[in-house]
Structures are given as C-alpha cells and as structure tokens.
C-alpha cells in the first residue's frame, strides 16, 4: 500500500500532466448539446423517452466496467435477492443518467406553474415541510442522493415560493455549466459553488430557504463510517456539522420518477430537528448515520432509479488510521 508521502508525489505528477482546456472542443460539445436540447423540446415526451431508454441500454451493454461495478453493488446490498433481481435492477439502473438528461431538459417548458398538478404528485409529508419553512425562523438543510430525479424536490419547493439552493462543483466546460445554470434558474434554482458555499448559506438559512446536498458520495480518508445497504460507507459529517452551527433541521427528501412522461412523487423520509439531536451522546455520528438511514429508505423504495455505478463503497476502514474507523470494523 504507498505511504502519503508516495500519494502526494502521485498526486503532484498527475497535476503536472493535466493539459489546458481545449476552448474549441467545449463549445463543440456546447452547441452539440443544445443542437440535441432543441430537437428533443420538437419530440413528443414518449417518443424522447424512448430514446433515452434506447441510449440507456446500449450503454448496459457496451459499458462493461460500470456494468461489473454496478452489478458488484446490487449484489452486496441485496444479498438475500435473486440473480435475476439483481440483473434487472442493474440493467434498470443504466437508465438514471439518460432520463435524468432528457427530463432537465424538458422540464423547463413542461413543468410550469399553471401545469404542475399535471407532473408532479405530493407525498404525504410534502405538508409537513412546507409548514416548517412557514413556521421556524431560519431555512432547512434539504438533504437527497443520487436517485431518481434529485432536481425535481428543489423545483417543487421554489415552484411553493421557497428560495432553494444546490451546492455542486461547477462543469469542467465552461459554455455548457452556463447552459445548465440558464436552465436551473428558470426552475427557481441558484447554484452554490461548493468551494464558497459556507459563505453564502447564513443569508439563504436567514431567508427561510432550503439548501440542498447530494449526500451519498464517498467521503474519502476524512469521512465518518456508517452503515449504508449493511457495509460501511465514508460518509460526508460536513452536513452534521452545518445543522449544528446554524441549528436548523435536515430534511430528507427525493424525486421519484412515477412515468416516463415527466411525471414525479416528491416526499419527505424523515426530518431531523435541532432538539433530536442536542439529547445524543455523539450528535454529529447520530446526524450522520439518521440521514444516511433516510437516504436508504427512500431507495428502497424503488431501487432501480438509483445509481448503482459509482464508487460509494470506495473508501474502506481499513484505508484509514485505526483512530478513525467505527467501532465495528
């Protein structure tokens, strides 16, 4: 195993290699990009859909190194499932990016205010959120992870009149993250860079907004280990610690995809208030391990929108100092 100090020369080599930007290539995938957003706003909803699941399938079979991984995950989540389950919601997964693409871009022209009953369906405890930004003085931290339509929750709550918030780290293409920033502010939306972030969000939380994080990533050397689908994950304490210093509370949300004609159930899993966690002997582990808990429920609820393929198990106790692993590694 190389030592830090080897990971760093690494590390230095890798940044010595990385090559200038290529303008011209960028705004090719640019224009192409919207080239493809104006033909599928001529499309019918099914017939884009259609396309999109075609798209989906050839990359099932022509990705083998995601297909493996992705397989590798359902496998070790759902252990007790059969082969076949675990084939059909690999194969279902490839689905998410595809769809995830074409309903962004749709959703701008479909998804309006005088349409919306038409597409998007509230779950029975939308109401309890909805109150609680009325109600408390400051915002919420609104908290999802890469399942189904994750941009859907933060539209439905700026459609109500809610100032929401994403923190993300910008597109490497420049032309195309102003593309997708055009989009995301008709939907109500403003995109926090995640490298200024603690900045800007006392003035969001101030104005009774919702900040939302993608928090299901793989949290590396400095994360906290928690049980996620019966292994443990590096999992971000960065939330835990947010809610903490403003003393504001975690919602747990998603968007669940209901029909492939940009419909969607927005719900709530479990929300986490200030006093539930001041009780606790760890409060920041007990926020880490109840949202993370969240974040599973609201997969098993349809697991094949979630995205199997990435590296969430990436880092192991084992990689880290003894000091930091869990108590049940």
Do not use: C
């Not at 109401?127 to 009325?134: A, C, D, S, T, Y």
């Not at 004609?261 to 709530?268: A, G």
């Not at 949202?291 to 880290?320: A, C, F, N």
């Amino acid at each position: 195993m190389p030592t830090d100090a080897e990971e760093a020369r690494r590390a230095k080599r890798r940044r010595k290699k990385k090559r200038p930007p290529n303008k011209a290539a960028q705004y090719a995938v640019y224009l192409a990009v919207k080239g493809l957003a104006t033909v599928f706003q001529a499309m019918p909803i099914e017939v884009s859909m259609t396309l999109a699941s075609g798209f989906a399938e050839l990359m099932y079979r022509l990705d083998g190194r995601h297909r493996v991984r992705s397989r590798g995950n359902v496998e070790a989540s759902f252990p007790e499932k059969s082969a076949a389950f675990h084939h059909r919601l690999t194969r279902e997964s490839f689905r998410l990016f595809p769809f995830l693409a074409i309903e962004f871009l749709l959703s701008p022209r479909y998804v309006r205010r005088n349409r919306f009953h038409r597409h998007i369906q509230f779950g029975p405890r939308m109401g309890e959120v909805l109150k609680l930004l009325i109600e408390q003085e400051r915002g919420v931290l609104l908290v999802s992870g890469h399942y189904g339509n994750w941009e859907v929750l933060g539209y439905t709550l700026a459609e109500m009149g809610f100032g929401t918030s994403a923190v993300a780290r910008p597109l490497d293409n420049p032309y195309l993250y102003e593309l997708v920033l055009g989009i995301r502010e008709k939907k109500g939306q403003r995109i926090l860079d995640k490298k200024g972030a603690i900045a800007e969000l006392p003035a969001v939380l101030e104005a009774k907004g919702a900040v939302g994080f993608m928090a299901d990533q793989d949290a590396g050397k400095r994360g906290m280990f928690v049980d996620f689908f019966g292994r443990q994950a590096s999992t971000y304490k960065s939330i835990g610690v947010m809610a903490m210093r403003y003393d504001v509370p975690i919602v747990i949300g998603f968007g669940r995809r209901v029909k492939d004609d940009l419909r969607f159930l927005t719900d709530v899993v479990d929300v986490i208030h200030p006093q539930d966690w001041k009780a606790q002997h760890d409060p920041l582990r007990y926020i880490t391990e109840r949202y993370t808990r969240g974040i599973e429920t609201s997969i098993r609820g349809e697991p094949g929108q979630y995205l199997w393929l990435h590296r969430r198990w990436k880092t192991r106790p084992e990689d880290v100092p003894a000091r930091q692993r869990p108590a049940t590694s």
